[in-house]
T-cell receptor, first 110, second 115 residues
Framework: AQRVTQPEKLLSVFKGAPVELKCNYS??????LFWYVQYSRQRLQLLLR??SRESIKGFTADLNKGETSFHLKKPFAQEEDSAMYYC????????????FGQGTELSVKP | GAVVSQHPSRVICKSGTSVKIECRSL??????MFWYRQFPKQSLMLMAT?????????EQGVEKDKFLINHASLTLSTLTVTSAHPEDSSFYIC???????????FGPGTRLTVT
């Protein structure tokens, strides 16, 4: 079965601290993985996708097929990073369907 | 950028009535649109996928006769919740993409409350 797991509902860190939001997936093929972010009172938006291998707003995520993980990392958290973060998976030949994890609320304290 | 709108943003309806939610892609042609449901503090659950000019494909457990989806044009998809019940109260979100494997752009969501 296809599944995305984000084990942490809430992650609270201080400004300047490193951040890692965990994401594990279950999929038999080669999926495409994404991180979406939802800032307060705003719509969901794409943060980054694994195939682009880029850093957005200081965030990076590496797909680890051996561990079936796609953790999101940032070396120095900023207060404006506070938001809900969703990890999502798109399977092969699935018509673009996304399966979302439960979401992790990141709170960056001053 | 690509903008997706939803209308209404909030709606309250009485039990047994039907309510229609619109999803529009404002500046691009959306071959594919997706409808999600989100419960408080929970993830987005995909309800159905609609391709322009075709019947929607519903996820397992989603009643197609209750949640009617129409994608009649490349810029508009509608979700009609028929004979609504209080348990249908939720946040409904749509997304639109230019096609399979293209980025999905999300709407702001519609808060449905059934009394």
């Amino acid at each position: 079965a296809q599944r995305v797991t984000q084990p942490e509902k809430l992650l609270s860190v201080f400004k300047g601290a490193p951040v890692e939001l965990k994401c594990n997936y279950s999929y038999s093929g080669s999926p495409e993985l994404f991180w979406y972010v939802q800032y307060s009172r705003q719509r969901l938006q794409l943060l980054l996708r694994h195939i682009s291998r880029e850093s957005i707003k200081g965030f990076t995520a590496d797909l680890n097929k051996g561990e079936t993980s796609f953790h999101l990392k940032k070396p120095f958290a900023q207060e404006e990073d506070s938001a809900m973060y969703y990890c999502a998976l798109e399977g092969n030949n699935q018509g673009g369907k996304l399966i979302f994890g439960q979401g992790t609320e990141l709170s960056v304290k001053p | 950028g690509a903008v997706v709108s939803q209308h209404p943003s909030r709606v309250i309806c009485k039990s047994g009535t039907s309510v229609k939610i619109e999803c529009r892609s404002l500046d691009f042609q959306a071959t594919t649109m997706f409808w999600y449901r989100q419960f408080p503090k929970q993830s987005l659950m995909l309800m159905a996928t609609s391709n322009e000019g075709s019947k929607a494909t519903y996820e397992q457990g989603v009643e197609k006769d209750k949640f009617l989806i129409n994608h009649a044009s490349l810029t508009l998809s509608t979700l009609t919740v028929t004979s609504a019940h209080p348990e249908d109260s939720s946040f409904y979100i749509c997304s639109a993409s230019r096609g399979q494997s293209y980025e999905q752009y999300f709407g702001p969501g519609t808060r449905l409350t059934v009394t």
